[in-house]
Nanobody, 125 residues
Framework: QVQLVEPGGGLVQAGGSLKLSCAASGSIISINVMGWYRQAPGKQRELVAVISADGSTDYGVSVKGRSTISRDTSKNTHYLQMISLKPEDTADYYC???????????????????WGQGTQVTVSS
């Protein structure tokens, strides 16, 4: 089982910046993708940014140019830095990690797709 912990978030003024972190722990054999998603009230969850095992990145259209996803593979931790925040960036932000883990009983390799508990980001105008 793989757990994700994502502290951070809070209230930020428009035009400001934030940095979120997400640490994965547990029986991790490998990580394929680390990402960030967000969900605003009344809206569907949307992609913010993802980073693959080879280091390639992809960003959601609404945050491209204002966001940077990075990682520390030695700590199984990834980060999201956003600048020039707008009120429409207000949402619950969720981290996600996909990879391979060992079955807790049999030890066989199986995929995992874990989500953080979410952290609220509010951007005031």
């Amino acid at each position: 089982q793989v757990q994700l912990v994502e502290p951070g978030g809070g209230l930020v003024q428009a035009g400001g910046s934030l940095k979120l972190s997400c640490a994965a722990s547990g029986s991790i054999i490998s990580i394929n993708v680390m990402g960030w998603y967000r969900q605003a009230p009344g809206k569907q969850r949307e992609l913010v940014a993802v980073i693959s095992a080879d280091g390639s990145t992809d960003y959601g259209v609404s945050v491209k140019g204002r966001s940077t996803i990075s990682r520390d593979t030695s700590k199984n931790t990834h980060y999201l830095q956003m600048i020039s925040l707008k009120p429409e960036d207000t949402a619950d932000y969720y981290c996600n990690v996909k990879g391979a883990t060992a079955h807790r009983v049999w030890g066989s390799v199986e995929p995992f797709d874990s989500w953080g508990q979410g952290t609220q980001v509010t951007v005031s105008s």
